[in-house]
C-alpha cells in the first residue's frame, strides 16, 4: 500500500513538473517569436493565450502520467531521482521566463 502512495506522489509532482515546463517553453515561444498582447493588459478573453497555454500543459500532463506511472513501477527510486533532478531544472525555466519575458 505504502510503494502506491509513493508511485503516485512521483507521478503526480512530475504531471505539475510538465504544465509548468510546458508553460514556460510556450510563453516564452509566443514572447520571442510571436507579436501578442502582454497578458498582464488583458482581463479576460476567450482567446487568451495564457488558457491556451495551460490546456496544451495539461494535456502533456495527462501524456507524462501516462509515460510516469509504468515507470515508476518499474524502478521507483531511478523514477523520483529524474523527477528529483527536473525540479531545479523547471524552477529556473519559470523563473527565467517570468524575469526576462514577462
Same mark, same amino acid.
Not at 60 to 87: E, F, H, Q, S
Given at each position: #500500500?505504502?510503494?502506491? @502512495?509513493?508511485? &503516485?506522489?512521483?507521478? *503526480? ?5 510538465? @504544465?509548468? &515546463? =510546458?508553460?514556460? /517553453?510556450?510563453? $516564452? ?10 497578458p498582464? =493588459? ?7 493565450? #495564457?488558457f491556451?497555454?495551460?490546456?496544451? &500543459?495539461?494535456?502533456?500532463a +495527462? /501524456?507524462?502520467?501516462? /509515460?510516469?506511472?509504468?515507470m ?6 531511478l ?6 533532478? /527536473?525540479?531545479?531544472?523547471? &524552477?529556473? #525555466?519559470? $523563473?527565467?521566463? +517570468? *524575469?526576462?519575458?514577462?
Amino acid at each position: #500500500m505504502r510503494k502506491n @502512495v509513493e508511485i &503516485g506522489a512521483v507521478v *503526480a509532482v512530475d504531471a505539475l513538473l510538465s @504544465v509548468i &515546463g =510546458t508553460y514556460a /517553453l510556450l510563453r $516564452a515561444y509566443d514572447a520571442l517569436f510571436k507579436s501578442e498582447p502582454n497578458p498582464a =493588459t488583458i482581463v479576460w478573453s476567450a482567446h487568451i493565450a #495564457m488558457f491556451w497555454r495551460l490546456a496544451v &500543459g495539461s494535456y502533456v500532463a +495527462g /501524456l507524462v502520467i501516462v /509515460l510516469a506511472y509504468p515507470m515508476a513501477r518499474w524502478n521507483l527510486a531511478l523514477t523520483t531521482r529524474v523527477t528529483a533532478a /527536473l525540479v531545479p531544472i523547471v &524552477g529556473a #525555466m519559470i $523563473a527565467l521566463q +517570468g *524575469a526576462l519575458l514577462p
